[in-house]
């Protein structure tokens, strides 16, 4: 008994002396949701030196985000007024992946953000202004204003940012674990990514997965997503 005691005092221990991040990458944020956590089938134990590889990786990310970040604001600001339309789409297109890169970044971002936002502006009032006179064409540049808008928002919560990384670290076969262990707000913002054949699945692989692993109930948040879950369906 006093074993035991002891080694929960050391992974206690470890843990403060590594500290947590109050605003974590997505390295970081993934560590932390499979330690302990039986729905995960590579359940992890806290170890030091795995958390901070996980951070140092978190760093090296937003080294290299703050390089593309430059990059492309010297692309904007070397831009020509009678820029060809494709070097122009394409600087929309880098400064949307840049901003989706921005959301799962360790540290605030916010006014990284600002500035992408600020330039994507810019962007996409010459896009308009070449643009002028084609209702259509203006139609849909509206459309997809909002649309961008409505994207922005979602990657606010970091589970829709982790989600979207083209460089994921949730796998597919963690994609049910990882959502059964996120509160619920984050999940009903992110089951907005999946249409409702992918939610019938996930909602069914997620009742096998608690009542395997969980069968006395005694993980309430899980099952409190599961609910949501189905209840999402219903909406439908």
Same mark, same amino acid.
């Given at each position: 008994?006093? /074993?035991? !005691?002891?080694?929960? !005092?050391?992974?206690?221990? !470890?843990?403060? /002396? ?34 901070? @590889? ?5 760093? @090296? ?24 339309? @494709? ?11 840049? !901003?989706?890169? =921005? ?28 643009? =002028? ?6 139609? @849909? ?5 909002? /649309?961008? =808008? ?81 209840? =999402?369906?219903?909406?439908?």
């Amino acid at each position: 008994m006093l /074993a035991f !005691y002891f080694r929960s !005092y050391l992974v206690q221990f !470890y843990i403060m /002396a590594a500290s947590f991040s109050d605003l974590p990458g997505r390295h970081e944020r993934h560590y932390r949701r499979c330690i302990d956590n039986p729905l995960f089938s590579l359940m992890i134990k806290f170890h030091d030196d795995d958390f901070f @590889e996980a951070q140092r990786l978190d760093h @090296e990310e937003i080294l290299s985000f703050i390089e593309k970040f430059r990059s492309t604001m010297q692309q904007a600001i070397d831009l020509k007024p009678s820029e060809e339309s @494709e070097v122009i789409l394409k600087l929309k297109e880098d400064l949307e992946r840049l !901003y989706e890169i =921005s959301a799962g970044l360790a540290d605030d971002q916010k006014q990284n953000q600002f500035a992408i936002k600020q330039l994507l502006g810019i962007v996409m009032g010459t896009i308009i202004t070449n643009s =002028s006179g084609d209702p259509l064409a203006e139609e @849909e540049l509206q459309m997809e204003a909002e /649309a961008r =808008s409505m994207h922005f928002k979602m990657l606010e919560v970091p589970l829709v940012a982790d989600l979207l990384h083209p460089l994921s670290l949730i796998d597919s076969d963690e994609l049910v674990a990882t959502l059964l262990s996120e509160p619920l707000d984050s999940l009903e913002v992110a089951l907005q990514l999946f249409d409702l054949e992918q939610k019938e699945q996930i909602s069914a692989q997620a009742q096998a997965l608690l009542d395997s692993v969980d069968p006395n109930k005694k993980r309430k948040d899980a099952w409190a997503n599961l609910q949501l879950l189905k209840n =999402s369906l219903e909406e439908n």
